[in-house]
Every structure is written in structure tokens, then in C-alpha cells.
């Protein structure tokens, strides 16, 4: 049974998870990283190299077209260069930062954006070199192996099938017409890298399931730590315990404060009592100032008695107004009839024992309750 509370087989609570991505214990998949990086860069590159290529022409051109006085002149031939490097420079710009954008966003695509100082400090167990063994020949050095092997195999298949496409395209370029040499390289150069990137693809849709799979294990939990997680976080259950028996004592001892100021005293007889009062001369209908069962309802009987409530055995009334209403409740207005039947009976026997009225009839058994507030 002990090792069963040890084993980490329930699922991470919300708290474990908040605490872990604080840590920067998040699923990353370096895999999907590289992967949005290179298509894009792909991507980005078929889109601007006809512009990458049309400056390195320009920048070629340039220097290759020095006037006499240009080359004479040291100072003018930095001025030149740097023009004709200027003019490469923007295409290739605007080519770093799309693949700038698509490494940020490759970063963040799994685990969202996260940022813990705790994962940034350093660490001992990261240079102990036992840990470093472990890391070697762990399941995850294995999985990376694997990986390795993966990556060499897609893309190296692929990089041999586009030069085997491109093959007579590339021997005989130097037959061709300049500068339309160049943009077809350039164009051979976009479409075989955006190929070799695409097998990325299948690399990343395997791994980003593993590591999301991965970092749930690495967050399972035992049976003890939730227990000791939910004792942490709502209290010890036997100091909650006691706090609500507390709270119970101290709610019975002002019930108990408002029971000689009740005018009637509804009894089980023997289980449930509720105290009732009733102001003639005021807007409120009949309110319950105590209730109770068991030694609560004996107790509520006891303080009664001495203080001249009379008691009125209603089994059924008493437990309808026992389920349906808190202390400081009026009754339900379901009850009003049944209530009033004790109320009347009540101030009969004042009188009576005033020497005003003759003795009252006891109060019927088969007062009107209706079913759905019976019990």
C-alpha cells in the first residue's frame, strides 16, 4: 500500500503545473523549432532570392566596371565597395529577419512564452559529471540518438535526390549565358533547400507528441503528494475539524441565548426541536430563533422548560421546518397554516393559564403540510 501512495500514476494539478512553468519546466520541442525556422527561411529564401541574386549581379557588375580614376584612387574603391555591398545587404536583411521572426515564434509554438530565472541560474547537477553519465546513456540520449539517425536519413535522402534532379542543370551551367547563370543557380539553390527543409516536417509531428508525453510523465504525481498538496493548500483536516466544531459551539450558544425569548417550541418529540417567535404587532412572519437534533434538540427542550416555552409535539411540522429553513429564517409560507394552528394553540394556553380563556383543544396530529416539505 505504501509503495502504491509513492507511485507518481495520477495526473499534475493545476498548482503543480503553475509551479513547474515557473520553474521553466515547460514541453519544448527543439525539433519544431528548427523546423518552422528552416521553412520559413525556405520559404523566404524562394521569395527573395530573385532579389538576392539580382544585387550580388548588381554588386559584381559594379566592381567589375571600375573607372581609371576608381582604381587609382584607394579611397573611392571603399566607397565603391561599400555601395555595391549596401545593395546585397537589404535583400539579405529582409531575409534575416523573416527567419529571426520564425526562430522567435518556433521557440514559443509549444509551452508558449515563458521566462524563469530559476532555469536560468546555474545549476551543480548540470556539471556533476554522474549526472552527466546519466544524461548520456538515459532514455532521452537514446530518443535524441534516434532522432540523430532520423534527421541524417530523411535529409540525406533528400539532398541526394535533389542532386540527382538538378544534376545536368548544374554541370551545365557554365554553358549558359551570364548573368542568367546566375539566377538559374539561384533558383535550383532555392527549390533543393526548401526540399531538404520539408523533411523537417515528419521529424517535428513525431517529436512534438513525445516531449508533450515526456513532460506529462515527468509531472505525474503520487496519491501522497496530492494528499499532502491538498492538506497544504485547504489545511489540516483535523484543524478544520476542529475549527468547525468550533464554529458549531459558538453558533449553538447564540441559538441557546434566543431560546427563552421563543413563544413555542416544536418538538419530534424526541429527535428534532425548533424554536419559534412570532411579533403580533410586527411585518415579519413566525422566525426560527433555534433549531436542533439529538442531544442539540434536547438541550434546545431543557432551556425551554425552564423558562416557561411551551412545547408543542409536531413530528412532522417539526421536521419540515427543521430541513426547509436556517436559524433567523421565517418559515415557508407553505407553512403558514400549520404554524399558526400552533401559535393559536399557544396563546389559548397563555390565556388559560391566565384565567381568561377556557382550556385549549390539543393542537390537531394531521396538520396541513404539504408533500414536498415533509420528512
Known amino acids: 500500500m505504501a509503495n502504491d501512495a509513492q507511485e507518481k500514476t495520477e495526473d499534475p494539478t493545476s498548482k503543480k503545473l503553475d509551479e513547474a512553468r515557473k520553474k521553466g519546466q515547460i514541453a519544448r520541442s527543439r525539433e519544431l523549432s528548427t523546423a518552422l525556422v528552416l521553412i520559413v527561411s525556405g520559404l523566404a529564401f524562394l521569395l527573395f532570392g530573385g532579389m538576392i541574386a539580382s544585387a550580388i549581379y548588381g554588386m559584381t557588375m559594379r566592381m567589375f566596371t571600375l573607372s581609371r580614376d576608381e582604381t587609382y584612387d584607394p579611397s573611392h574603391m571603399f566607397i565603391v565597395g561599400g555601395e555595391a555591398l549596401m545593395e546585397v545587404a537589404w535583400p539579405v536583411f529582409i531575409y534575416m ?93 532555392e527549390w533543393a533547400f ?8 515528419p521529424i517535428a509531428a513525431l517529436d512534438v507528441p513525445y516531449q508533450i508525453y515526456k513532460h506529462n510523465k515527468e509531472m505525474k504525481m503520487s496519491k501522497q503528494e496530492i494528499k499532502d498538496e491538498n492538506k497544504n493548500a485547504e489545511g489540516d483536516p483535523m484543524v478544520k475539524g476542529r475549527i468547525r466544531r468550533l464554529q458549531y459551539q459558538a453558533a449553538a450558544n447564540r441559538m441557546m441565548q434566543d431560546v427563552p425569548e421563543a413563544d413555542v417550541i416544536v418538538t419530534n418529540p ?14 415579519r412572519a413566525p422566525v426560527v430563533v433555534a433549531k436542533g437534533i439529538d442531544e442539540l434538540a434536547m438541550h434546545i427542550r431543557k432551556i425551554g422548560s425552564a423558562h416557561d416555552v411551551p412545547l408543542v409535539a409536531s413530528p412532522m411540522l417539526t421536521r419540515a421546518i427543521y430541513y426547509s429553513t436556517e436559524v433567523n ?41 404539504p408533500p414536498e416539505l415533509r420528512r
Not at 526548401?194 to 516536417?201: D, E, H, S
Not at 424526541?270 to 411585518?283: C, I, P
Open 97 to 189: 529577419v523573416v527567419a529571426m521572426f520564425a526562430g522567435i515564434y518556433g521557440s514559443i509554438a509549444l509551452g508558449g512564452f515563458n521566462f524563469s530565472w530559476e532555469s536560468a541560474a546555474p545549476k551543480a547537477n548540470k556539471i556533476n559529471p554522474i549526472n552527466g553519465f546519466k544524461r548520456m546513456f538515459g532514455m532521452n540520449a537514446l530518443v535524441e540518438l534516434i532522432k540523430a539517425f532520423a534527421k541524417f536519413a530523411v535529409i540525406g535522402g533528400l539532398a541526394i535526390g535533389a542532386l540527382m534532379y538538378y544534376k545536368n542543370e548544374a554541370l551545365h551551367l557554365d554553358m549558359e549565358m551570364y548573368p542568367l547563370n546566375i539566377f538559374h543557380a539561384m533558383n535550383m539553390l
Open 194 to 201: 526548401l526540399l531538404l527543409t520539408l523533411g523537417m516536417i
Open 270 to 283: 424526541t429527535h428534532y426541536s425548533v424554536a419559534l417567535k412570532y411579533e403580533e404587532d410586527g411585518n
Open 329 to 369: 429564517d421565517e418559515i415557508p409560507h407553505k407553512l403558514f397554516m400549520a404554524v399558526a394552528q400552533i401559535l393559536a394553540y399557544v396563546f389559548q394556553l397563555r390565556a388559560y393559564k391566565a384565567g381568561k380563556a377556557a382550556k385549549p383543544k390539543p393542537v390537531k396530529k394531521d396538520l396541513p403540510i
